[in-house]
């Protein structure tokens, strides 16, 4: 089980971070490992003191392939759910100013919770026509509508599976709206699809404070 993310998929997010809009979609990888151990937790790691809360659209993989056409990709999923790719930002301004790959501020130990999955056809909608919403105390963060996508699901598949196989269990996160920012210990972070609440996640203290 793999999680490939997809960078820069919708256009006010693209723009708050100083960049501009993909040509292709863009795309990363977090090992299975990023998924909690202890679900509703995320440990705030000591390597950073910036971590940012990125929530996205999550697409569970269930028939995998090579070069999947993008009328085929929507055979490959059935449920979807929301998640957080929390980033390291202090450790990925480093990276980028030293040109280096970002794995160590993307793909570190929990660093993509995954909420309770939804099967599609209960949402009486398709993917592209979703809400997505993120609260931290209460507090509504960020608010997208997947017809924002710049790289819509069945075509972000296709596009992926070019160049390496996507396997049942992988798992994609279909990129972040506009509104990204910090969290602190003793946040708690909700994530909610169509108005429905379905992941929750408490960020705890430094690991050694």
């Not at 909690?36 to 995998?64: C, K, M, N, W």
Request: negative net charge; aromatic residues 10%; glycine residues 10%.
């Amino acid at each position: 089980m793999k999680f490939i993310c997809i960078g820069k998929n919708y256009l006010a997010h693209a723009q708050e971070m100083g960049g501009l809009k993909p040509s292709d979609p863009m795309f990363f990888f977090k090992p299975d490992n990023a998924n909690p151990v202890t679900q509703g937790v995320f440990p705030y790691p000591d390597f950073s003191t910036d971590i940012h809360h990125e929530v996205e659209l999550a697409i569970l993989i269930d028939r995998g392939g090579r070069n999947i056409s993008q009328a085929e990709a929507s055979s490959c999923y059935s449920k979807v759910t929301l998640g957080i790719d929390f980033t390291a930002r202090d450790l990925q301004r480093r990276q980028i100013e030293l040109g280096f790959p970002w794995e160590i501020c993307k793909a570190f130990e929990d660093s993509a919770p995954v909420g309770s999955w939804v099967n599609v056809h209960t949402l009486g909608k398709g993917v592209q026509e979703l809400a997505i919403e993120l609260r931290i105390n209460d507090e509504t963060r960020q608010v997208g509508y997947t017809k924002d996508m710049i790289f819509p699901v069945d075509q972000l598949i296709a596009y992926v599976s070019r160049f390496v196989s996507i396997d049942p269990g992988d798992i994609i996160l279909t990129g972040t709206p506009e509104g990204v920012g910090p969290v602190l210990p003793g946040d708690i972070l909700e994530a909610y699809l169509e108005g429905d609440k379905v992941l929750e996640v408490v960020v705890t203290a430094q690991q050694g404070d």
